[in-house]
């Protein structure tokens, strides 16, 4: 939960998640979708559909215990590097290092790395660090201590290296150029997506279609809709599902930022359009136990908070669609 997740936000939704899922054959034994429903607002969601099957996995490999042995935990879904590092270290008391934001930056300023996070080369070079420093006795505690000098000491901006235990063996501070190392990540640019969703109703209900695949968004419920090119939301609609009869009612519009996407939603209300396999009436109140983006509450919001149901009235208040706590 907390990989691209601040402490703070994800505090309610680790005591939630535990209270629901208290060991790792209740969480194997949940479907999809209340894993997801769980995660709600969470995002990333990619994590929560690894964290599922990763415990299927214990329950059906190993017997529901995790195991301690570093090649099979390499072998379990969504356990990359760092992970096995992490759980190998600090649960089981292995030699095995990790390397996350925090220490990559402490080890980069001690040791004088150039260079920037990503760098082949670079990477190579800290896993073999990191693999040097955690011989010896507490393992876990040490690969635990780094994380912490980097949250809390050896920060990106503003460094309090008067109170590092370390500042003697620094090469960055000894050379005045702590803020310069790490060198910043060149981030790509991000990709406009734009996207028509179709919102089609059904007394209180709206019809919903589950995304395949593992990408973004893949695994949870969503809005029948298409990519299309700015202005052409009205002919991707009717091109896409030719049954779409009537006037298409414009309901809004929904931008997020995401990591690797400028996303932009246009929301039309329309009808004839008939459910695909697979696809599901659900209420405000059923949508909100089930696994959906925040850009697509956010859509959801406009549907139910603006969408008039036949003969001219409203939705009703009990009806909407709760707010997001992100």
């Given amino acids: 939960m907390l990989q691209q997740t601040q402490v703070s936000v994800v505090l309610p939704y680790w005591t939630a998640f535990l209270a629901r899922f208290p060991d790792v054959r209740a969480l194997a034994g949940a479907s999809l979708d209340e894993v997801l429903g769980a995660w709600r607002a969470l995002g990333y969601y990619a994590r929560a559909r690894k964290l599922h099957r ?5 329950v059906e490999r190993h ?9 099979a935990l390499r072998a379990l879904p969504g356990f990359g590097r760092y992970t096995v590092g992490a759980v190998a270290s600090i649960a089981f008391g292995r030699e095995v290092p990790l390397v996350d934001g925090n220490v990559d930056r402490v080890l980069a300023r001690i040791f004088g ?32 201590a780094l994380m912490e000098l ?17 500042r003697d063996r620094c090469t960055a501070l000894a050379a005045g150029r702590v803020g310069q190392i790490p060198a910043p990540r060149v981030r790509a640019v ?13 007394g209180e209900a709206v019809l919903l279609v589950r995304r395949e695949g593992t990408g973004l968004f893949g695994g949870l419920w969503e ?14 609609l009717r091109e896409r599902w030719p049954e779409i009869d009537g006037e298409l009612r414009h309901l809004g519009r929904v931008e997020r930022t995401l990591t690797h996407r400028a996303l932009s939603l246009e929301v039309y209300q329309v009808a004839g359009l008939r459910p695909p396999v697979g696809a599901r009436w659900a209420t405000a109140e059923e949508i909100a136990s089930l696994g959906v983006s925040a850009a697509m509450q956010a859509a959801l919001r ?3 908070d603006g969408a008039p149901q036949e003969g001219g009235s409203s939705w009703s208040k009990s009806s909407r669609l709760p707010r997001s706590r992100r």
């Fill in 54 to 58: 990763a415990a299927q996995a214990v």
């Fill in 63 to 71: 017997g529901g215990r995790l195991p301690d042995d570093v090649a």
């Fill in 113 to 144: 790395l150039e260079g920037s996070s990503g760098d082949p080369a670079r990477e190579k070079q800290l896993w073999a660090l990191a693999e040097a420093l955690v011989r010896g006795e507490r393992p876990g505690d040490l690969n635990q």
């Fill in 150 to 166: 980097g949250a809390t000491v050896c920060r990106p901006e503003q460094p309090t290296c008067l109170l590092c235990p370390v």
């Fill in 190 to 202: 991000r990709r406009a997506l734009h996207l028509v969703v179709a919102a089609v109703r059904k």
């Fill in 223 to 236: 809005l029948p809709g298409i990519e299309c090119s700015p202005g052409q939301e009205a002919d991707a």
């Fill in 302 to 304: 406009r549907v139910f």
